[in-house]
């Protein structure tokens, strides 16, 4: 590039009010614009760095606060493949945080035409509102999904979150092997207690039994409330003799006291239903069979589903 051409390039790059610099095959600075120099003050930097004409770029973009060593083993490769005419351009979004506030960059890298070869134009833009905006929408499209999936009286998973876990939870078990087990549970009774008590009561009983679940199960099985006082569980055994420690620990019979000290109890009627993943079937069917069982539980304790 001649120094005409470079005076002019220079002139242009310094009309700009985004952090340029270019850089040479060699990854050393050439040339940067004012808002590098900027920049490079406000946050005090050495005064080497400040103008870095021949200063290696990544160690230079450290000094300044522009990315840390993370951000140059990041950048490298793509500016490199860039300057060897491997591609034409190359981005990378990076964060820049200050101790009072997030700050997010993206560096834009274009190829030029240089004296030797070709040349890195290196543009740091500040991308900061953008990216908050897209991490607060993650976070709310997150918050909706999940109460999508979330009984909201219990704070357990609902009948999809049931379905969309279940089939992962099945392929992982097709995968590691094991066994699937499914626990249906269904409360006896539970009509007279919000007829004698009150549907505060029923929504108590609701909220005790989902805690007793997630007390009694581990925090990888699936816990799901799939109707008024319906629940499945979905857990994952190494064989299906291990069928029989779930059962043991399960109570199906609870005493509760109301707040004006009425005592009453809670039944549950269980069904349980156990698959190899790796054979023919599918989740639905094994749900379906233990339901199958839990009627017939209760049919064989007289009771009546309520």
């Known amino acids: ?58 160690h230079a973009c450290a000094q300044v606060g522009l990315g840390d060593e993370k951000t140059g083993n990041d950048l490298e490769p793509g500016l490199r493949e860039v300057l060897n005419g491997t591609r034409d351009a190359f981005e990378l979004e990076y964060p820049c945080h200050k101790p009072s506030e997030p700050r997010y960059y993206l560096v834009r890298v274009s190829a030029i035409p240089a004296e030797n070869g070709r040349a890195a134009l290196c543009t740091h833009l500040d991308v900061t509102r953008r990216k908050l905006a897209e991490m607060e929408l993650h976070r709310e499209t997150r918050k909706l999904r999940e109460q999508s999936l979330t009984d909201p009286l219990t704070g357990l998973r609902n009948r999809r979150a049931l379905e969309l876990l279940g089939r992962q939870y099945w392929a992982n078990a097709q995968r590691r092997g094991g066994v699937l087990a499914v626990v249906y549970i269904d409360l006896d009774d539970f009509k007279p207690i919000n007829d004698n008590f009150g549907h505060q009561e029923g929504d108590r009983v609701l909220t005790y039994i989902a805690d007793y679940l997630q007390k009694t199960f581990r925090e990888s099985d699936v816990i799901a409330r799939v109707g008024g006082d319906e629940f499945v569980v979905l857990a994952w055994m190494a064989q299906a003799e291990d069928l029989g420690k779930i059962q043991a620990r399960l109570v199906n019979r609870h005493r509760l006291t109301t707040n004006a000290g009425d005592v009453y109890e809670v039944g549950m009627s269980i069904g349980y239903a156990v698959h190899d993943p790796k054979l023919e079937g599918d989740l639905l069917n094994l749900i379906q069979r233990a339901d199958t069982a839990m009627y017939e539980h209760k049919r064989s304790r007289g009771r009546k589903k309520s």
Request: zero cysteines; charged letters at 15%; glycine letters at 4%.
């Open 1 to 58: 590039m001649a120094d005409t051409q470079r005076n002019q390039f220079n002139t242009i790059l310094n009309a700009i009010p985004d952090v340029m610099v270019l850089v040479d095959s060699e990854l050393k600075i050439i040339s940067v614009n004012a808002a590098w120099g900027q920049w490079a003050r406000q946050n005090q930097s050495a005064e080497e760095f400040v103008k870095p004409v021949g200063v290696p770029y990544l």
